[in-house]
């Protein structure tokens, strides 16, 4: 089972920063949080990934609690292309990807 | 990033036949590579982890009979639906990654219709 918890969805007006939150109080201390979306009828689409810090990359921000319980994406300008399902994992020992329900997203003008 | 190619795109095969789906990475060898297949807005149930050279591991209530996974070089994995039937009908997914704690790239998804 996933062991993230995330809002079913939210809306966002263009060129706005979507804030997109996620819960993973059982997460230890080796896992990583990855996020990745899915735009509707394609493959999932690799975002970011951090461990314990922040992290930025040209698509978004990633910000992990201290105490790594929850984590936030953010994107600071949303368009129109960024509606999709965003999922947020927790990377086990392993290499396997477990997929939740995810945060649908609708970006509107 | 990385690209994970899968053919075909999309198929419509008769029932009681079976179907290859082909899942490649473009520009880098893949160690593992991953099954899942997803229902009209549900989200992505992971099938199967294949491994190069070795057997694939199937999760529970996945039969492994009827979804056969072949991983038979570095860059190619291959799911064949055997005897397939209406509820087989699905969108699936694979993916692939360099190794553990790497991000793992996905393909396009192959949408399978049994008629």
């Known amino acids: 089972d996933a062991k993230t918890t995330q809002p079913p969805s939210m809306d966002c007006a263009e060129g706005r920063a979507a804030n997109l939150p996620c819960n993973h109080s059982t997460i230890s201390g080796n896992e990583y949080v990855y996020w990745y979306r899915q735009i509707h009828s394609q493959g999932p689409q690799y975002i970011i990934h951090?461990?314990?810090n922040n992290e930025t990359n040209e698509m978004a921000s990633l910000i992990i609690t201290e105490d790594r319980k929850s984590s936030t994406l953010i994107l600071p300008h949303a368009t129109l292309r960024d509606t999709a399902v965003y999922y947020c994992?927790?990377?086990?020992?392993?290499?396997?990807?477990?997929f939740g329900t995810g945060t649908r997203l609708q970006v509107f003008p | 990033g990385a690209v994970v190619s899968q053919h075909p795109s999309r198929v419509i095969c008769k029932s009681g036949t079976s179907v290859k789906i082909e899942c490649r990475s473009l520009?880098?060898?893949?160690?593992?590579m991953f099954w899942y297949r997803q229902f009209p807005k549900k989200s992505l149930m992971l099938m199967a982890t294949s491994n190069e050279g070795s057997k694939a591991t199937y999760e529970q209530g996945v039969e492994k009979d009827k979804f056969l996974i072949n991983h038979a070089s570095l860059t190619l994995s291959t799911l064949t639906v055997t005897s397939a039937h209406p509820e087989d009908s699905s969108f699936y997914i694979c993916s692939a990654t360099q190794g553990a704690d790497t991000e793992a790239f996905f393909g396009q998804g192959t949408r399978l219709t049994v008629v």
């Open positions: 994992i927790v990377l086990y020992n392993t290499d396997k990807l477990i």
């Open positions: 951090g461990l314990k």
């Open positions: 520009d880098f060898q893949a160690t593992t």
